[in-house]
């Protein structure tokens, strides 16, 4: 065992004194250096100690027979009293020898501790330095197990006592530990440390106090101290004039000290609780709340909650002015900030933000894009669905705020501001939508698309006869799957599959019995839209007339000239029974159906519909793996049609429907014939419109809806717009991909940003490091909170990397060390009532949902 600096000073003296007197009698009146005879060995030399009895002593002295030869022996007799004392027990040793204890003369003899000290320290310290230590150990504060920590600290021994209580010499650590907690205060009472401690605050921080101060109000006040300058630092020439005269640090290399310091007790996930507290405290102690700032000044700071709100509030009422683009970079950089990761809150209203900004900008990107309207319907089709920036991406934003608002909640906060902003999102999609339809159906009425668009159908014909007898095919009909929809799960697909997206025109009226017939077999040929009584329509092909799904599937069967077996997507999920991949294993070509988005949307349950609709695009991407995992080799996606979803149906927006002779009629269609003309609707007749039929169809120029009786409040579908009449087509081959490194070898870490689930929030932020020898690539990741195996949240934002579709988070490597994963804050919103005391935090991968690492026991404290 290595001894300290001091120890061996000690050691040494006491061998010299073997050396040159051979016996030496050791008087320790405090006993201080008790530990040390324990271990003490030297060459050639016997170690006694006074055990209470010094008969005892002396008897094994001449049992040994240390003393019968003519010099005196190799002998360290160590004695823990005063020799006053023993009353001479010893002076027959001591004449024989030499005496060493404390005050003892020559110096070489004094072991008085404090001097000892001195003498070992003074090679290695400056003056002053060993001055200090030698009062404070001269005053009882360091022991020499003390002396000896202080002296392995190295250059850190200068801060004497208060290195020893907080185990480092380093002033910001110091700080730190102290404003904290009050767990060191004991101990710096118990050694007199306060005096040191506030000349560290002094000398680094500009900090001044008394040093009689009591601790928790030196805590408190040099906590407001380093905190408001840590702000008022940040405001630059800007400094509110309320703030003018608070007392802050003056000097660069203090100011500097102070923001360190508040940083780094923001940041680190073992002080932030005491921090939030303190700044909540401050905050209130100054009023920052009601204080005017200068927006641009405080962007990058992060001391204050009010801070974050105060931007907040801009943001917000500068996008009720105009879209700004600088807007939306201040909402995705906020999105990582600390007070986003305390409360998780907080990173939600950011991401709707940022949402809505993007709704905006989109919407004003469009709206000049249009004043330019390309000269035929099919270039119209190009814009809205082909490049890199289509129009359809408006949709998509829309779509996305939606989901956001309707899975936000305001926490008590004040959220006038975020439904005023959100209210004028939905107007101008409103707006720019209905005008792109406009435009849309103009195109459509001077001429029909290019032979080289696809048409729904001859998607059977192109893309699933072909293929049949040669490849084991899946044949996916999704209901109501709109083609920015489509898009968005084209790119989701596009990391594990050989994606081919194609838009196709929708047969019309585009409605589920006239588009799921349409992607039948032999639908390419002769396809005649039917009346078929109380107001339903079928489709006719080559002379079988096909109403409904259990036509359309006895249809498939008799035509497509293979065997073929029919399932839903939901038979497929989570794991599909014994039974269904049995006949998957045995067929050429499997049928599977979705209907979930019109289902979901027709039942009239808006918050529900737009909560849970993004979860139907993950459905299908687990189900396609899945029937890829079953010896799949190629996959043909296809809608029936698309659909408006956008405000709820107001009156204003509302418009008689054509009359006469009606044969079919919804919100966004009228089938029939006579009636009266009407400039707020095209009317055309359906042999226009690339299908065959003996009546006339009329459809709303913009996103007014015909009025009827039932039907939806906000989703429609039926009509001719590029949401209802784009459809998306994708043929999906599996991709032979190099063998990656598994997410196995990344050591997990999971930090909750509380200890309990307390809100209807919850953050965690999640880091790794390769624990392996070769390079990975960090996975796509899902978090969820369970209770009782079932979820019960859903996620809303991420630092980065959120999937808005899918809820999946997509995690980087940090650039600085490519072994370490960027730290990132996943806020959960909880959907369900957990009905037990705790709950379960788990990390999955998003594409296997394999297990990467787990929090239990979650204290739930939540009053829903």
């Given amino acids: 065992m290595s001894r300290g600096v001091v120890t061996e000073h000690l050691i040494g003296l006491i061998a010299k004194q073997v050396d040159d007197n051979g016996l030496v009698v050791w008087y320790d009146p405090d006993a201080a250096y008790s530990e040390v005879v324990r271990a003490l060995e030297l060459p050639d030399t016997t170690v006694l100690r006074y055990e209470g009895s010094f008969i005892r002593l002396r008897w094994e002295i001449d049992q040994r027979r ?69 009062k404070q150990t001269e005053a009882g504060k360091l022991t020499l197990a003390d002396l000896d920590a202080l002296a392995n600290k190295g250059g850190e021994i200068s801060k004497g006592v208060i290195a020893l209580i907080f185990g480092t010499g380093n002033p910001r650590e110091i700080a730190l530990y102290f404003l904290d907690s009050d767990r060191f205060d004991e101990s710096i009472i118990e ?34 101290y380093a905190l408001m300058t840590d702000l008022i630092s940040g405001f630059g020439g800007a400094v509110p004039s309320k703030l003018s005269s608070v007392q802050v640090a003056s000097t660069p290399a203090t100011i500097d000290a102070c923001k360190a310091l508040a940083k780094a007790w923001r940041l680190r996930r073992d002080t932030r609780e005491s921090y939030v507290a303190a700044a909540q405290q401050v905050e209130q102690e100054f009023g920052l709340a009601t204080l005017e700032f200068d927006l641009k000044a405080i962007e990058k700071l992060e001391s204050f909650q009010s801070i974050e709100k105060a931007l907040l509030r801009h943001a917000e009422g500068r996008l009720l002015e105009e879209a700004d683009g600088e807007i939306l970079t201040l909402a995705e950089s906020r999105k990582a900030g600390f007070w986003c990761d305390v409360k ?14 993007e709704v905006l900008l989109e919407a004003d990107r469009v709206e000049h ?41 305001a926490c008590g906060e004040d959220h006038d501001n975020i439904e005023k902003l959100v209210i004028k999102a939905r107007q101008r999609y409103a707006k720019v939508g209905s005008e792109m339809a406009r435009r849309f159906l103009a195109q459509l009425q001077k001429s029909a698309p290019d032979k080289g668009v696809l048409r729904q159908r001859e998607v059977f014909e192109k893309h699933v006869k072909s293929s049949l007898g040669h490849e084991k095919i899946a044949y996916v009909w999704v209901d109501a799957l709109r083609f920015e929809m489509g898009r968005e799960l084209a790119r989701l697909l596009k990391e594990d599959l050989d994606v081919n997206l194609y838009v196709a025109l929708a047969a019309v009226p585009t409605v589920t019995e006239i588009g799921m017939a349409a992607l039948l077999p032999n639908a390419h040929d002769a396809a005649k839209v039917v009346p078929i009584g109380s107001g339903k329509l079928a489709l006719e092909i080559g002379g079988t007339v096909v109403k409904d799904r259990k036509d359309r599937v006895e249809f498939l069967k008799k035509y497509a000239g293979a065997n073929v077996f029919d399932t839903k997507l939901d038979s497929l999920l989570p794991k599909p029974p014994k039974k269904v991949r049995e006949e998957i294993a045995s067929a050429q070509l499997i049928l599977v159906t979705s209907q979930e988005i019109d289902e979901l949307c027709e039942q009239d349950n808006i918050a529900q519909a737009r909560r849970q609709m993004d979860g139907v695009l993950n459905d299908l991407r687990r189900g396609i793996r899945v029937l890829l995992d079953l010896g799949i080799q190629r996959i043909v996606l296809a809608a029936d049609h698309g659909h408006l979803f956008g405000e709820e149906l107001s009156e204003d927006m509302k418009i008689d429907a054509p009359g006469g002779e009606t044969v079919f009629l919804h919100r966004r269609v009228w089938m029939g014939s006579g009636g009266k003309a009407d400039d707020a609707c095209l009317r055309l007749p359906l042999s226009a419109l690339d299908v065959q039929g003996e009546f006339d169809l009329a459809t709303p120029w913009t996103f007014a809806c015909f009025k009827c009786k039932g039907g939806a409040r906000a989703y429609f579908h039926g009509g001719l717009s590029p949401q209802e009449l784009l459809i998306p087509v994708m043929i999906l081959t599996p991709l032979a991909k190099p063998l990656e490194g598994l997410s196995t070898a990344i050591a997990w870490r999971l930090e909750p940003g509380s200890q309990k689930l307390s809100t209807r929030f919850f953050s965690v932020q999640i880091t790794g490091e390769n624990t392996g020898l070769f390079d990975i690539i960090t996975p796509k990741v899902r978090v969820e909170l369970r209770a009782k195996g079932q979820v019960i949240s859903r996620a809303v934002s991420a630092s980065y990397g959120f999937e808005e579709a899918t809820g999946d988070v997509i995690l980087k490597n940090d650039e600085a060390n490519k072994r370490k994963i960027v730290p990132n804050t996943v806020t959960l919103m909880i959907i369900e009532e957990p009905d037990q005391k705790s709950v379960s935090l788990y990390l999955l991968d998003a594409a296997t949902g394999f297990e990467l690492s787990r929090l239990d026991k979650i204290e739930v404290a939540i009053a829903m």
């Fill in 66 to 134: 240390l003393m019968d030869g003519e010099e005196p022996p190799r002998l360290v007799i160590y004695v823990p009293m005063a020799q006053e004392e023993t009353h001479h027990a010893l002076i027959e040793l001591e004449a024989a020898g030499v005496v060493m204890q404390p005050g003892q003369q020559p110096p070489s003899r004094n072991t008085r501790l404090a001097v000892v000290a001195r003498n070992a320290l003074k090679g290695i310290l400056g003056i002053e330095a060993v001055s200090q230590v030698e």
């Fill in 191 to 224: 050694k007199g440390a306060r005096s040191e401690l506030v000349e560290i605050l002094r000398r680094d921080f500009g900090f001044d106090a008394l040093s009689d101060m009591e601790l928790a109000d030196l805590r408190q006040r040099f906590a407001r």
């Fill in 344 to 357: 998780p809150w907080l990173q939600a209203r950011w991401a709707l933000v940022a949402s809505a900004a």
């Fill in 369 to 409: 894009a249009l004043k330019k309207t390309p000269d035929s319907f099919t270039e119209m089709i190009k814009e809205y669905a082909e490049g890199t920036e289509p129009w359809c991406l408006l949709d998509t934003r829309h779509r996305h705020m939606e989901s956001r608002w309707y899975n936000y909640e």
